[in-house]
């Protein structure tokens, strides 16, 4: 195999050439499990030995067994894909070898980092940079798609309600003294906004939804500080459309 797990002489040295190479492999293993989907089904024969799945730097896939070398080149995909291939619902076994896809293509780079010594600097900038990007599986399944509707959705949409006690704006956070204030500011300092996914930061409005408890920057979903004053139970735009789609 001449790029079998992608080594084939192919060796990244700086995070930049690494992240290039994640997105290429990427790239490849996407079109395997989208866009070439039936080529790809019909290959994972569950009749054949072990075999998996490779993204090679040049965007394109394989479906072969693994490499012959012990111990190999580069780390190894899932084995035995194929023999899961007809016990599952189709979306099911995709999201599968998705889920392995991703876990494989970190190992691809972290190795590559080790091999090369990246400092902690280095393999910093190299997880930021593939963050950046959807998981195989997210695409996959279609969550990437969803997650970016919901955050236009909140960004754009104005809900009414409110839980006075529960909006919280930095600069009041701060005038806060004595251990009470040092447990808030610990509390919320590792808080998610339901919308953008940010950390909680110095002098932003928060407001908490009183269905499902999440936290959301003001601006996130459109709601000022006075008016959160005037509102009694604030709905988030997700639990807001829930109670919609039921009806």
Known sequence: MDDGGGGGGYNPRTPEEVFRDFRARRAGIIKALTTDVEKFYQQCDPEKENLCLYGHPDETWEVNLPAEEVPPELPEPALGINFARDGMEEKDWLSLVAVHSDS???????????????????????FTMINGLPTIYEVVTGTSKKQSKEKTSNSSKNKSGSKASKVAPKKEEEEREGEDGEEYEEDHGSTLCGACGETYANDEFWICCDVCEKWFHGKCVRITPARAEHIKQYKCPGCSNNKRARA
């Open 104 to 126: 494989w293509l970190l190992s691809v780079a972290f190795y590559f980092g080790a091999r090369f010594g990246f400092d902690k600097e280095s393999r910093r900038r190299l």
